[in-house]
């Protein structure tokens, strides 16, 4: 019972929601629903991992940032075999 009403939550918040872009590739990270919380920013119905960067400004300015996603890096550590 738990799990239907997760899975139907999840459809409707990512029905409702919008679309996610990699602010890094471009590319669709999927559906998403977003809202502010106590000063946190809530993503609810996404499949992937991310990472939120704030995106570069023509002029600066503190008052108002624009806030992006982008998946996390592969790790770039070379592979060790045993006993090295």
């Known amino acids: 019972m738990k799990k239907l ?3 139907l939550g ?4 990512r029905a409702c ?14 559906r998403a629903f977003l809202f502010t ?3 946190r920013v ?7 991992a991310v990472r939120p960067i704030f995106l570069p400004q023509e002029r600066l300015t503190y008052w108002k940032q624009e806030l992006g996603f982008t998946t996390h890096q592969p790790p770039d550590f ?7």
């Open 5 to 7: 009403v997760r899975d």
């Open 10 to 13: 999840l459809k409707i918040f």
């Open 17 to 30: 929601g919008s679309t996610i872009i990699d602010a890094e590739t471009g590319a669709p990270l999927g």
């Open 37 to 39: 919380w106590r000063g």
């Open 42 to 48: 809530k993503v609810i119905g996404l499949d992937t």
């Open 78 to 84: 070379p592979r060790r075999g045993p006993g090295t």
